[in-house]
């Protein structure tokens, strides 16, 4: 029978042979703490990341469905378990995963006791990812607020910001599309994207000097960016395009 310490010791032996991706003995060493330890959280929710890593998706939603029946707090095992159940169509269970994980986070945040800002990141790429499905189907309301989501939970997610302006352009609000990708411009000089987006939408509105500076500017930066020489090419030959 293994004591503590010798789980202890075990659990960094399977994670020593996970960091290296040598996922067999790594499972092995993990089934072994868990025969012991039914209920040992951290070996459960390492085995459910060797299951999604080698596609085994079933057993990956079974382990982490069992983490959170250990430790239902465990943000990290939800989050996972939400993005699964997504990827395979089971979207209402997912979503109500992710809420309830959610709603604890703003909970703990209310009461500061939490401020994890690795945690509120992987909040903000769940809501990304479900505002680049929402903008799938032109559900652009539905898009923007995730999208804004994420912007409140990782400010750092730039991308986010170009998609709110490309939701403002699809609905035909330009000038608020103009108004946030001139303001990350102005916030983010060097974030090349953001320029590029700018661009676009100049010369979708007949702005072709405006556009090709800003595609200047991102060439000289990076003199190597396929994306700013193709608008470049583009806006000698093109009649129109969009962000």
């Keep these: 029978m293994l004591k503590n310490r010798q789980i202890d010791e075990a659990l960094v032996k399977a994670k020593a042979h996970f960091e290296a991706k040598e996922f067999s003995p790594a499972l092995n060493i993990l089934s072994n703490i868990i025969e012991e330890e039914p209920n040992h959280s951290q070996s459960l929710f390492l085995m459910a990341n060797i299951f999604h890593i080698k596609g085994e998706i079933s057993k990956a939603i079974k382990a982490f469905k069992r983490v959170l029946e250990v430790e239902p707090s465990h943000t990290d095992a939800a989050i996972s378990l939400s993005v699964l159940l997504n990827d395979i169509g089971q979207y209402e269970e997912a979503r109500k995963i992710f809420t309830t994980a959610s709603d604890r986070v703003k909970l703990n945040n209310e009461d500061d006791s939490l401020n994890d800002n690795h945690i509120n990141k992987k909040f903000s790429l769940k809501h990304y990812e479900m505002a680049e499905l929402y903008l799938t189907y032109n559900r652009y309301d539905e898009a923007m607020y995730e999208y804004n989501k994420a912007i409140?939970?990782?400010?750092?997610?730039?991308?986010?910001?170009?998609?709110?302006?490309?939701?403002?352009?699809?609905?035909?609000?330009?000038?608020?599309?103009?108004?946030?990708?001139?303001?990350?411009?102005?916030?983010?000089?060097?974030?090349?994207?953001?320029?590029?987006?700018?661009?676009?939408?100049?010369?979708g509105k007949g702005d072709v000097l405006s556009a090709q500076k800003e595609w200047e500017k991102v060439s000289s930066l990076d003199p190597m960016n396929s994306e700013a020489h193709m608008y470049m090419n583009l806006s000698r030959t093109a009649t129109e395009t969009r962000i």
């Design 152 to 203: 409140k939970l990782d400010p750092l997610n730039l991308e986010a910001r170009i998609k709110v302006a490309k939701v403002y352009a699809k609905k035909g609000f330009v000038n608020k599309a103009f108004d946030e990708l001139i303001r990350l411009k102005n916030e983010q000089p060097n974030f090349l994207p953001g320029r590029i987006a700018l661009g676009v939408l100049y010369y």
